[in-house]
């Protein structure tokens, strides 16, 4: 169970209002086995084959030790299916079901408690498994073992290496489900021990391979990257996780406790964003599941991060009597968690300047967690908390050994908005003891982070993030269109707003070359002013500054209008396509609907990066493929290999390139495999000179028809992608052996050449 630190302030010249502690909630669900205990009792009566009754005896024992609610009677029949498939395996010489039996017996005797039992038999099955080359069992037994370990920190070296053992063994056997398992329990354990930079790429691969796979329930591994990016302080990409988990569990109808831990971290991530109201909304919906299911220590931790929204609106007293009330009637075990609520407890007494109460809780918390918080992995959340309180005291020497601690861990984590707090209090001591210049440094600092957290492009975007996952929630809501006639009509109200969009878009692209032509002629005339006012040089260098600012923002504007423009014209030809019935007409709309996100990926990709001209293929290409392959998902087979260089091409380079692979692609996915055959795509790009670069898309399909000549088709997509091979004066060939080969050969350029 994490817990994270942060301080608010309304005035920061006057008061220092308070902080407080949010509480994660850690989900490990344990997996139900599918099984029809009824059906599986008939089968077993009824088999007649040993080996298939062994199997079916442990898929039922399986059953009883997963099944929700453990009851004795339950382990009690699992161990009797147990043995009974055990004295089978042995006697029809059955290894694997034996080493089945061997490994559901450790468990059996795990979750009656008997932790040495289990420990040492299902040491035994790994071994057993390793002796007979069982690959996936015995990383199921590595990863069982892990499980045996309880999340002390002291356990938690123990828990990786098994874990990482286990996911070595089942990437080489080739079990994706298991292997995104682990990795998302590798990255759960990185987020408790608040190390965002290890956890991060192991969910992300995680989600990677569950997606591989088609796997749906991704919410836990959302709802983990959530967390993680909250400990980076990246809200933005938290609150797109924390949204996404929700769509994902919701659409699953996922009322479990993980559904309560969802609805908690996106509530964290809008306190964090001081979007109250919806922190309190997501709180709410938070607890109304944990007491749904009768969790007490759920019921607590969300409690207690509603205290702390009591806190921030200066509620007190009412958040000190929530925490007693809850604690009183929600009673559990678990010295962690108490210490979290003295934590919360003591931070609120130091508010109120109630410092003999505040010291009772410090002395505390130091005595369990260290004088500088370093046991546990708590020390950036209660460094926070113990800079305040010596603040409070003018303990001033050890406020200032604390903050310089805090800041240096801080920095190391990232976390520019705690920095910026630390160093508030720092001005207020420094303020406080007459030490003026140190103070003007330390606030200076606390403007320029808290700056660089909240700025208003990154609420923007947060604030689009939002408007567009409650868009999607009211969607949901809609009925479908009753009126399927007059599709004449749509399809012309519909071009009239594709053309009025083109349209905006060429008046805005003119507005903008106005704008960079008047620009031009201010740097020039600011130019002839230098040279007879040599005095005003630093003066028209920061006027410069500011114009290039100005038009760095205006050509990422320019990007992401057109991006979102081209978006809506692909929104606009789905909804037609719904009202087509013709083939040929569908697949039009949608051969375009291609090729326009072909082109908005372009302009995607500028507006979110810092080089306004030029796009990196490797990753362009990646994304491009992603998106085919995910809309014939559902129809095709077909494998896609990539070896793609990591090459920048301009704009004017880039977006040929692009719609070629989009056609090359689609007609490769659309012909060479028909009749729902297996196949593989092979794309490379490689630089094949100092400026030269080959592009190449290969496929074992059926290749053209005997007598093809490309000179005398009337294929759109050949003809497209010869046209944008000429845009690049490039080489177009085709080799029609063991399925096609296109092959596209182009010098790079680096400017746009304006006669064309």
């Known amino acids: 169970m994490n817990f994270t630190l942060y301080f608010i302030n309304q005035n920061p010249l006057k008061v220092f209002y308070f902080s407080l502690v949010l509480l994660f909630l850690s989900i490990t669900l344990k997996a139900q086995t599918r099984e029809n205990p009824v059906l599986l009792r008939k089968q077993i009566s009824s088999s007649k084959n040993n080996t298939q009754k062994t199997a079916l005896l442990l898929r039922l024992s399986d059953y009883y030790i997963t099944k929700q609610g453990e009851v004795k009677k339950d382990l009690d029949s699992a161990a009797i299916l147990t043995k009974e498939a055990h004295l089978l395996s042995v006697k029809t010489g059955d290894k694997l079901n034996k080493g089945k039996s061997m490994f559901l017996d450790a468990k059996i005797d795990k979750e009656r408690g008997n932790k040495t039992a289990a420990f040492s038999k299902m040491k035994q099955a790994v071994n057993y498994f390793e002796t007979n080359k069982m690959k996936e069992q015995t990383g199921e037994g590595y990863e069982e073992l892990s499980f045996m370990y309880d999340n002390d920190p002291k356990n938690r070296d123990a828990k990786i290496k098994l874990k990482e053992k286990a996911l070595a063994l089942y990437e080489n056997s080739g079990a994706k489900l298991k292997q995104g398992s682990v990795l998302k329990d590798l990255g759960e354990l990185y987020n408790i021990m608040e190390n965002p930079d290890k956890s991060i790429p192991l969910l992300k691969e995680a989600l990677s391979v569950y997606q591989s796979v088609k796997f749906k329930e991704l919410q836990g591994v959302y709802n983990f990257l959530s967390q993680a990016e909250v400990q980076k302080a990246d809200y933005e990409e938290a609150l797109r996780y924390g949204l996404l988990a929700e769509k994902t569990a919701e659409s699953l109808n996922d009322n479990s406790l993980q559904m309560s831990s969802i609805y908690n971290h996106t509530g964290m991530v809008y306190y964090y964003l001081r979007q109250n109201d919806d922190a309190i909304k997501y709180w709410k919906k938070a607890l109304a599941i944990a007491k749904k299911n009768s969790d007490n220590s759920y019921i607590r931790t969300v409690a207690n991060n509603i205290s702390t929204m009591l806190i921030r609106q200066r509620k007190f007293e009412e958040a000190i009597a929530m925490i007693k009330e809850y604690k009183a009637r929600y009673p559990i075990t678990d010295q962690e968690f108490e210490m979290t609520e003295n934590y919360i407890l003591f931070s609120t007494y130091t508010i109120l300047k109630k410092l003999n109460n505040a010291e009772f809780y410090y002395k505390i918390l130091v005595n369990y967690y260290g004088e500088n918080g370093e046991k546990n992995n708590k020390q950036i959340s209660l460094l926070r908390s113990f800079v305040f309180y010596h603040y409070q005291t003018r303990n001033y020497n050890a406020m200032y050994r604390e903050a310089k601690l805090f800041d240096s861990i801080a920095r190391k984590n990232g976390n520019d908005m705690l920095r910026s707090e630390n160093h508030l209090i720092w001005f207020k001591a420094d303020s406080t003891r007459g030490k003026y210049l140190d103070a003007i440094g330390h606030y200076q600092m606390y403007k320029k982070l808290s700056d660089s957290v909240f700025n208003g492009e990154k609420s923007k975007q947060i604030n689009s993030l939002k408007i567009q996952f409650e868009t999607d929630q009211k969607d949901k809501n809609i009925q479908l269109l009753t009126q399927k006639g007059k599709v004449q009509e749509i399809q012309i109200t519909n071009d009239t707003f594709v053309k009025y969009i083109f349209i905006g878009s060429i008046l805005v692209l003119i507005i903008f070359a106005a704008l960079l032509y008047n620009r031009s002629r201010l740097k020039s005339n600011a130019n002839k002013k230098l040279e007879l006012k040599r005095k005003q040089i630093d003066e028209q260098n ?129 012909y060479a495999f028909p009749e729902n055959r297996k196949g593989e795509v092979i794309v490379t790009f490689k630089s094949v000179g100092k400026d030269d670069f080959e592009l190449i898309v290969s496929d074992n399909g059926v290749g053209l028809p005997e007598g093809f000549n490309i000179d005398e088709t009337e294929s759109l997509g050949m003809n497209l992608m010869r046209g944008l091979t000429d845009q690049l004066d490039g080489t177009f060939l085709l080799e029609n052996k063991s399925g096609l080969k296109i092959i596209i050969t182009f010098r790079k350029k680096t400017e746009i050449d304006i006669s064309k």
């Open 542 to 670: 920061e006027q410069l500054k500011k114009l290039l600012a100005e038009k760095e923002w205006l050509l990422k504007e320019i990007h992401h209008r057109v991006k979102n423009n081209l978006q809506i014209v692909i929104s606009l030809l789905n909804t037609q396509s719904a009202y087509l019935e013709n083939e040929d007409a569908l697949m039009a709309i949608q051969n375009s609907q291609h090729r326009m996100h072909a082109m908005s990926l372009i302009h995607q990709k500028l507006y979110q990066s810092d080089n306004l001209s030029m796009i990196d293929m490797s990753w362009y290409i990646y994304e491009l493929i992603s998106y085919i392959r995910e809309c014939y998902s559902s129809e095709k087979k077909v494998s896609f290999t990539m070896d793609i260089d990591k090459v920048f091409l301009d704009v004017s380079q880039a977006v040929p390139m692009g719609l070629i692979v989009n056609e090359a692609i689609n007609n490769t996915v659309k």
